[in-house]
């Protein structure tokens, strides 16, 4: 017997999402050396960078974090390979409950292992969120990479003055509440590290949580 099929491309999953995305890279920058879980293209900026420097032990933290987030995407690649749709969980929800495996282990031991460790586990888990949800009202989307959705947003902004496209105004509003969902995602693990420390993580697994209950609303 299989339940109704989750729908994660709703606005309302798809904000949550963006807002796991935003506090995952917050928690990892500013807790874990400055090293993003997600945002790769800032990893290899800062990797150049430190190797450009001299500072191998720097460089090598952020190496880390990409090679990471290369075998995650291979795991999550796995996953859809294999994934069989007649199970009772959806796939897009085991690759839920996986990232928040992942962040759960990770907020738990990052005490008493070494911070590349911590920085490894969430990379793997902003991967698996990167590979699987990829659809938001039947186009194209990304919840960890901001830099599209901007240029979308501005784009949207010009056909709706300019163009006179009607249509621009709803997706001005969608990526608008992603954009806002990001930045909320990143400023609560801001407020919160200062009180939880190395135990903000869960905040972001509790938003996961969240989403996968949004994701069954009729």
């Known amino acids: 017997m299989t339940i109704a099929k989750?729908?994660?491309?709703?606005?309302?999953?798809?904000?949550?999402l963006a807002a796991t995305a935003g506090g995952l890279d917050s928690y990892t920058y500013f807790t874990h050396g400055e090293v993003f879980a997600g945002l790769q293209t800032g990893n290899l900026i800062l990797l150049g960078s430190h190797i450009g420097l001299g500072n191998w032990?720097?460089?090598s933290h952020y190496l880390i974090a990409i090679l990471m987030f290369m075998i995650g995407t291979i795991i999550a690649r796995f996953i859809q390979h294999r994934y069989r749709e007649g199970f009772r969980m959806?796939?897009?929800t085991f690759v839920v409950s996986y990232e928040i495996v992942l962040m759960v282990l990770a907020g738990s031991i990052?005490?008493?292992?070494?911070?590349?460790?911590?920085?490894?586990?969430?990379s793997m888990a902003a991967a698996a969120q990167l590979q699987e949800f990829r659809q938001?009202?039947?186009?194209?989307f990304t919840s960890l990479m901001m830099t599209g959705n901007l240029r979308t947003f501005a784009e949207a902004i010009y056909d709706g003055l300019f163009k006179r496209d009607t249509l621009a105004w709803d997706n001005l509003t969608t990526i608008g509440t992603i954009l806002l969902g990001f930045v909320a995602g990143a400023a609560l693990n801001g407020l919160l590290i200062g009180i939880l420390h190395g135990q903000t993580i869960f905040v972001s697994a509790l938003i996961?949580?969240?989403t996968m209950l949004a994701s069954h609303r009729g």
């Open 90 to 92: 959806s796939r897009q």
């Open 110 to 122: 990052t005490a008493v292992v070494p911070t590349m460790v911590t920085i490894g586990l969430l």
């Open 208 to 210: 996961l949580v969240v």
């Open 57 to 59: 032990s720097r460089a």
């Open 136 to 140: 938001l009202k039947g186009k194209g």
């Open 6 to 16: 989750p729908r994660y491309d709703r606005l309302l999953t798809g904000t949550l």
